[in-house]
């Protein structure tokens, strides 16, 4: 029976809720854990980047602690900041801003906002030493993996989180011959630079470089990844190693729909938009669409846009909090939990998703597994998801995107619409995925 | 009346310490000239501003000249030609030289310095024997970097234009002249050369020493490198536009365990050009698999040739032989090559560890088969072959030719 090294670096010592690549890494992980000694001898490893090795670790206690979070009530993804941080800022404030600047109600409403991304960078920074220090603990305590011939490596994570893993990865294979399987989510960055933050630019293209050179098999989650791959691959020269698109769950967990409106502010009617707000998630069309429908003295629902506050949106977000036609029209949510983000999905009419690039495009797969009706943009892989059954408008194209809202709040149509995908939409489970990345592995 | 000839080599660029091809060679015609028992005087009227170092009898241009260059360097070669009868200074110096000096032969490396020269000569009434050195068809090769460069047409149509000319006064007037390539010759017949000599390019043997050698070890050991592929360039751009026309900034080709060197002043477009910091995938990636070894005094270049296993030639323009070609044959590695970059040296197409592409997509490929194909090694016929390219056999029938004059 072949080894399988699963890398847990992404979730090893995380304290709170799991994020999008997180997920992936321990909703697989955990498949791999239960169907351990079937056809794979399974053992975890993780990165130390104080020692630039890898290190043999454990699932259980991942485990364990996701499943108390999963059954405790609503909590923070992140933890909160503490009375005595924000009575600190507070004073700070008190001491160093003129009143005559805090009573300006333009700067204390500025200051407000940019103090919270402050404070949630804070809140996240402060979060991450947690996850390093616990992390430290943990590589201390742990043996160095010794990689073997016969082993298979699979990598499920974000390794260009850390530019040396991917190196040491690379060369301690070449060293052994090990079998190398990367799950590669997306190459948005090296193909539209102007989608995302340049600081990651080079580390993460090098990765991408580094991971077709050094992989046995390279597992896209789209076609339209797979694609791009191809194409990365032929303009630089590289052999592609063997792919295989895998599709991730959008499974609903069950028990955690009902717990509670996240926000108070939230309407009975509302139309649903779940991502991180960047620039890429393309948030401004949706402004756009609902200037156009004021406009057009169209009355649209309420507008909650669910996702945490990312880089480059800042004119975004300012247009939404400062133009008061806006105001309450669409709402701003950030530090939702799961419980919070499976109540906007259960209730919300229906959902939009107007993005310029995806890897996959998975809040769209989760609107669905919710058996609620989502309106895409027709860009990258959101078409593979859920094929023809979508209605699509062009991400540059506020008028469609607008007549594709109109068309559903029609409540007979989107009736008729909810009760076709409820019967032809069949949501993909963990163990969906897990068999097909296990099917690959076996292949090798 | 003398007892040994006296030569006057005539330049556009100083020969001390020689870094590119043309200095290279003219700085072995010097050196076989004088084994030859000439008595023989170098000096180049050129441009402080591309050549720091130079000799007692080189002619730095004036200030206005200078002014001249600054505003079109690349045909800086013309402008130093012209200041040997336009520049007052320059013409002072070159008139005492050739007061003074009384040469018999004067051998004119390349077509530029005539330019100026013949006029003088004229105006000072002297007849010396003239040799002319060719080392290209200079007109077309001018046309192809002065486009490369995006220069206006009427400029570049006036700066062929002269070249032009002046190629085909020099060839006419000269006793001799001697050329690079076969093609050279033909070229030069059909201008009525007087007396035709070919005089390949050829290579000092490699001088390098342990300390070198030690020194590439280790960098190499340190990024974890065990195989090479090298390539060696100055700054002229067709060094650059041939690099990217059979080779690319994709870089994939090139194993996690190998680096494709680039040693010379090449090295400064590539530093300059490709930064792992700009927004696009060739460049950011290009450093995975490319090293800079910089500019290198002779000992490290040597033992960096020693160490590599593979040297590339993608040279895609320019006429004349190639002094990185032979530089390639002497050093016995397996050498990825363009047909172009064989000229004058076709009969090492045939030798073992050579690969020859004239595509893109084969040429990266050579260099990926090569990196993992095991040298053979060469007869002991080919092994004499080689010395071929050593430079006193290349220079052989110009040195017998101009004791004839």
């Known amino acids: 029976m072949k080894r399988l090294l699963i890398d847990l670096t992404d979730i090893e010592g995380w304290q709170g809720h799991h994020g999008g690549t997180q997920r992936v890494v321990y909703g697989i992980a955990k498949q791999l854990f239960l169907n351990n000694g079937k056809e794979f ?48 800022v507070k004073q700070f404030l008190r001491t160093y801003v003129p009143e005559t600047v805090r009573k300006n109600p333009r700067v204390r409403s500025t200051a407000k906002s940019t103090l919270t991304i402050g404070m949630n960078v804070a809140r996240k920074a402060r979060h991450g030493m947690g996850k390093l220090r616990s992390s430290m603990v943990v590589s201390l305590a742990h043996e160095p993996i010794v990689f073997t011939e016969n082993d298979i490596v699979l990598i499920l994570g974000k390794p260009w989180d850390n530019p040396i893993m991917e190196r040491v990865l690379v060369s301690a294979k070449t060293a052994t011959g090990f079998k190398l399987v990367q799950v590669i989510y997306d190459l948005i960055i090296p193909f539209y630079p102007q989608l995302h933050h340049p600081s990651l630019y080079k580390t993460y293209t090098q990765y991408i470089f580094e991971a077709i050179d050094g992989s046995d098999l390279l597992l896209p989650i789209s076609k339209c990844t797979e694609k791009d791959l191809a194409r990365f691959a032929k303009t630089l020269n590289l052999k592609l190693p063997k792919t295989k698109v895998i599709r991730l769950a959008d499974e609903v967990e069950s028990g955690t729909s009902g717990n509670g409106k996240p926000d108070s502010r939230i309407d009975n009617k509302f139309i649903a938009c779940i991502g991180t707000i960047e620039i890429r998630k393309n948030h401004t069309l949706l402004y756009y669409t609902y200037k156009l429908a004021e406009q057009q003295g169209i009355e649209l629902p309420q507008l909650v846009i669910v996702g ?11 247009l939404v909090e400062h133009d008061p036609a806006m105001k309450n029209k669409i709402i701003l949510l950030d ?46 892989s959101i078409p593979e998801i859920f094929g023809d059954n979508i209605d699509y408008f062009s991400p540059y194209d506020a008028n469609a995107c607008l007549d594709l809202i109109i068309k559903y709040l029609d409540p007979v149509k989107l009736e008729q619409k909810e009760a076709k995908l409820k019967q032809l939409y069949q949501p993909t489970s963990w163990t969906d995925t897990y068999n097909t990345v296990a099917r690959c592995i076996e292949d090798l | 009346m003398k007892s040994k000839k006296t030569i006057l080599v005539l330049t556009t660029y100083p020969l001390k310490n020689p870094q590119h ?21 170098n000096c180049a009227v050129f441009y402080k501003g591309f050549y720091s170092s130079y000799g007692e009898d080189d002619v ?54 005539y330019l100026g020269l013949k006029p003088l000569l004229a105006e000072l009434q002297l007849s010396p024997k003239l040799i002319f050195g060719s080392q290209n068809i200079e007109a077309p090769m001018k046309r ?85 592929a090298l390539f060696i360039g100055s700054a002229h751009p067709p060094n650059w536009t041939g690099f990217l026309d059979m080779v690319g900034k994709g870089l994939g080709f090139v194993p996690p365990d190998a680096r494709l ?3 010379g002043s090449i090295c400064d477009y590539f530093e300059r050009e490709i930064s792992s910091d700009s927004l696009t995938i060739e460049d ?55 047909t172009h970059a064989l000229r004058s040296f076709e009969w090492f197409k045939d030798f073992p560890n050579v690969w020859i592409a004239d595509t893109k997509q084969k040429f990266i490929e050579s260099i990926a088969t090569a990196l993992k194909t095991p040298l053979v090694e060469r007869t002991q016929e080919q092994a004499k072959q080689t010395e071929k390219v050593l430079w006193k056999n290349c220079l052989a029938d110009l040195i017998t030719e101009v004791k004839s004059l």
């Not at chain 1, 001898?41 to 980047?49: C, R, T």
């Not at chain 1, 945490?308 to 300012?318: A, M």
């Not at chain 2, 030609?81 to 002072?92: L, N, T, W, Y």
């Open chain 2, 144 to 228: 192809d970097i002065l486009e490369g460069a995006h220069v206006a047409k009427e400029q570049i149509a006036e700066a062929v234009k002269i070249i032009d000319d002046i190629e085909a006064e020099l060839t006419n007037d000269s006793e001799l002249v001697a050329a690079c390539t076969v093609e050279d010759l033909k070229a030069h017949a059909k201008l009525k050369a007087r007396k035709l000599v070919l005089a390949p390019n050829g290579i000092a043997k490699v001088e390098t020493n342990e300390q070198s050698t030690q020194h590439w070890q280790k960098i190499f050991a340190d990024l974890g490198v065990t195989k090479t």
């Open chain 2, 284 to 338: 950011a990636t290009f450093w995975l698999r490319a090293y800079s070894a910089g500019r290198l005094s002779e000992p490290r270049l040597g033992a960096l040739i020693k160490q590599s296993d593979v040297i590339i030639l993608p040279i895609t323009e320019g006429g004349g032989s190639n002094l990185k070609t032979a530089e390639a044959i002497l050093a016995n590695k397996k050498v990825v090559a363009t």
């Open chain 2, 261 to 263: 060197v680039l040693a």
């Open chain 1, 308 to 318: 945490s506050r990312g880089w480059l949106s800042g004119d975004f977000q300012y």
């Open chain 1, 41 to 88: 001898q399974v053992e975890f490893i993780a990165f130390s980047a104080e020692k630039n090795l890898f290190y043999t670790t454990s699932f259980e206690p991942i485990m364990t602690r996701a499943e108390s979070q999963e059954a405790g009530s609503i909590q923070q993804s992140s933890p909160p900041l503490t009375a005595s941080m924000k009575s600190q």
């Open chain 1, 335 to 380: 530090n939702i939990n799961d419980a919070g983000l499976s109540w906007v999905y259960a209730n919300c009419m229906f959902s939009v998703y107007p993005s310029f690039y995806e890897g996959w495009g998975l809040p769209v797969a989760e609107t669905l597994a919710n058996g609620k009706v989502c309106i895409a943009s027709n860009a990258s």
């Open chain 2, 60 to 113: 730095p241009l004036s200030a206005s000249s200078e002014q001249l260059i600054r505003q079109s360097p690349l045909t800086g070669d013309i402008v130093c030609g012209e200041a040997i009868i336009k520049d007052p200074k320059v013409k002072r110096k070159i008139t005492e030289l050739l007061t003074n000096f009384r040469p018999d032969i004067i051998h004119i490396e390349q077509p530029f310095p």
């Open chain 2, 21 to 41: 091809g043309g200095q290279k060679r003219t700085d072995a015609i010097v050196n076989a000239y004088r084994s030859s028992n000439f008595i023989v005087k």
